[in-house]
């Protein structure tokens, strides 16, 4: 069953005449349950995209719906996880998590923050300040924080983009975890053609200039992924030649800019 409807989104940036086109005609379809990538070169417009679902941004065009209802602004039905945590220095790491609960009685929010941190592997560490974390279990309280608030679908911008390539495979691994014991559709904006293809039930190829879907990829690989590294290898080649020719069109463009001036 269609769940988030992404249909025809057009999106641009500038003022007056100089006007340019960041998205042309998205449309996704995601079911619930799903674990969505975008993927693409830089500019393809993925980041902006994720934001006008989340409601940060609004389209110029288009149909956006969340479960028949129209998207207008943001909801916390839509969690989101940017690559920076972005917690708050003064408070705890359980602090943190409750942060977002505050309607609810404080006994109620503790189990909930409780909760979420066994599910990113940090109860022990609940007491702690952010300072005393290392930035991949920064970006797990981060996880947390959003899971609490119990969306019906997490956005992540480039979550693990920050880390170190050890930190970011150890997280990829966590997330598949909670993704597996959660079922929560999510949308994840990646630049790793492996971070998709780890994760993913579908990637969204996105091309650039302006962005655009160029490719809808089902990944029919079973979980946990470790155990098909030879299957996933040969969709991670296949991905890599199509972005390779996008990103061959961009520096062509590129250059020709240049000469033009």
Not at 53 to 75: E, F, H, Y
Not at 225 to 242: C, F, P, T, V
Request: hydrophobic share 40%; charged share 30%; net charge negative.
């Amino acid at each position: 069953m269609m769940f988030l409807k992404i249909d025809g989104i057009q999106k641009s940036f500038g003022k007056d005449g100089r006007r340019e086109q960041v998205l042309k005609d998205i449309s996704v379809d995601v079911r619930e349950g799903e674990f969505i990538s975008l993927l693409g070169p830089s500019g393809c417009g993925k980041s902006t995209l994720l934001n006008i679902v989340a409601g940060l941004n609004r389209p110029d065009s288009g149909i956006l719906q969340l479960d028949g209802r129209d998207i207008v602004k943001p909801g916390k039905e839509r969690g989101m996880v940017f690559q920076q945590a972005a917690l708050f220095p003064w408070l705890t790491v359980e602090e943190n998590v409750m942060f977002p609960l505050k309607g609810m009685p404080k006994k109620e929010a503790k189990e909930v923050a409780k909760k979420y941190l066994r599910l990113v592997q940090l109860s022990q560490y609940a007491g702690h300040h952010p300072h005393e974390l290392s930035g991949g279990m920064q970006q797990r309280v981060s996880i947390a924080r959003a899971l609490a608030m119990d969306p019906a679908v997490l956005l992540m911008d480039e979550p693990f983009g920050a880390l170190d390539e050890q930190t970011r495979m150890r997280l990829q691994g966590v997330l598949e975890e909670i993704w597996i014991e959660t079922k929560k559709t999510i949308i994840f904006v990646t630049h790793s053609i492996q971070e998709a293809v780890r994760l993913s039930d579908r990637i969204i190829v996105m091309g650039t200039h302006p962005g655009r879907v160029l490719q809808d990829i089902e990944v029919t690989l079973g979980r946990p992924r470790e155990g098909h590294l030879k299957e996933m290898a040969a969709y991670e080649e296949s991905i890599l030649e199509m972005l390779k020719t996008e990103n061959d069109k961009v520096e062509e463009e590129e250059r020709n800019h240049a000469v033009g001036h």
